[in-house]
């Protein structure tokens, strides 16, 4: 789904790439690919600026607004992982019937 903030940021790379690489990304590599790229030809800025702003609105589906951080190279990991239920620390002071001893 499209939200306004990222029309917004479709608009910011139309007229400057590297500030939507910078806003998507950071102070990251891929702004220097982007500078890079613009200074090369200005549709390849154009073109790895959509790129980037692609894979955010991919994270954003996946995790959710804001779970997520930026990793580098299009990849995003979420914040925070659901494993289910938080299991009680097992300190080896006591072992109940059926449980394991280590």
Same mark, same amino acid.
């Given at each position: ?7 917004? #940021? ?6 400057? !790439? ?8 950071? %102070?990251? %590599? ?7 790229? +613009?200074?090369?030809?200005?549709? !390849? ?32 990991? !979420? #914040? ?13 002071? +006591? ?8």
């Amino acid at each position: 789904m499209v939200r306004s903030s990222d029309v917004l #940021l479709i608009l910011v790379a139309i007229l400057f !790439p590297p500030a939507a690489a910078a806003i998507v990304t950071g %102070c990251s %590599c891929d702004l220097l690919i982007n500078i890079l790229l +613009t200074i090369l030809g200005y549709i !390849p800025g154009h073109i790895h600026a959509f790129w980037l702003i692609y894979k955010k609105m991919q994270a954003e589906e996946r995790y959710g607004n804001g779970g997520f951080v930026y990793v580098g190279n299009g990849q995003y990991q !979420p #914040l925070y992982q659901n494993n289910g239920p938080a299991q009680a620390p097992y300190y080896g002071a +006591t072992v109940g019937e059926g449980e394991k001893k280590f």
